[in-house]
């Protein structure tokens, strides 16, 4: 069974930067797709940034520029870089493991990590 651990968030002033980071256990990492989500008060969980198996990456509009994701497969962690925060950057973010398995889909979670942006 796939176990997520976020660790990283917290509270940063307007224009500061946080490296999120999360650690995968329970399955071989590098063949999953990993990708960070956030969700904010009120709003509905969102894609932000994604990374391939293979290494390439996607990125929402909102963060395209100031977020950066990678992976360390030896470390079986990926990161989110998080640079010129911004108040509505404010929210709850996730990681999330994904790969197609016999033509079944399997997303796993972590609990989250909060990110407060605030002067």
């Known amino acids: 069974q796939v176990q997520l651990v976020e660790s990283g968030g917290g509270l940063v002033q307007p224009g500061g930067s946080l490296r999120l980071s999360c650690a995968h256990s329970?399955?071989?990492?590098?063949?999953?797709?990993m990708g960070w989500y956030r969700q904010a008060p009120g709003k509905q969980r969102e894609l932000l940034a994604a990374i391939t198996s293979g290494g390439g990456t996607d990125y929402a509009d909102s963060v395209k520029g100031r977020f950066t994701i990678s992976r360390d497969n030896a470390k079986n962690t990926v990161y989110l870089q998080m640079n010129s925060l911004k108040p509505e950057d404010t929210a709850v973010y996730y990681c999330n493991a994904h790969r197609v398995r016999g033509g079944v889909v399997l997303d796993y979670w972590g609990q989250g990590t909060q990110v407060t942006v605030s002067s």
């Open positions: 329970g399955s071989i990492f590098s063949i999953y797709a």
